[in-house]
């Protein structure tokens, strides 16, 4: 059992810059592929971005189109840390942000869908002002 928790959210002008932040509680972090789901308001949870679990010669990444860019995931091991940069932000990427994971023996897998994922954050939320 994997337990997820995000921080990092906040309101903030377009333009400006924020990093979210999701812990992970367990000995196998690096076992587990992490993702970042978004949620507006009267829309469906979203895929934001992923990075595949630690053991090959790098970690692969994955970004949904509207955030490709301007988005950063990266991940911390020994802090069982992952991690999502996000400059040059819009008023659309105002959400609830989600962590998610699931482990895998894939050094290659970066899940985009929902139901790839078995562990999910309770959500933080981002705000951007036009």
């Known amino acids: 059992q994997v337990q997820l928790v995000e921080s990092g959210g906040g309101l903030l002008q377009a333009g400006g810059s924020l990093r979210l932040s999701c812990a992970a509680s367990?000995?196998?972090?690096?076992?587990?592929?992490m993702g970042w789901f978004r949620q507006a308001p009267g829309k469906e949870r979203e895929f934001v971005a992923a990075?595949?679990?630690?053991?090959?010669?790098?970690?692969?990444?994955d970004y949904a189109d509207s955030v490709k860019g301007r988005f950063a995931i990266s991940r911390d091991n020994a802090k069982n840390t992952v991690y999502l940069q996000m400059n040059s932000l819009k008023p659309e990427d105002t959400a609830v942000y989600y962590c998610?994971?699931?482990?895998?023996?894939?050094?290659?897998?970066?899940?985009?869908?929902?139901?790839?994922?078995?562990?999910w954050g309770q959500g933080t939320q981002v705000t951007v002002s036009s």
């Open positions: 998610a994971a699931v482990r895998t023996d894939s050094v290659f897998y970066t899940p985009r869908a929902v139901g790839d994922y078995d562990f």
């Open positions: 990075i595949s679990c630690s053991g090959g010669v790098r970690d692969y990444v």
């Open positions: 367990g000995r196998t972090f690096r076992d587990y592929a």
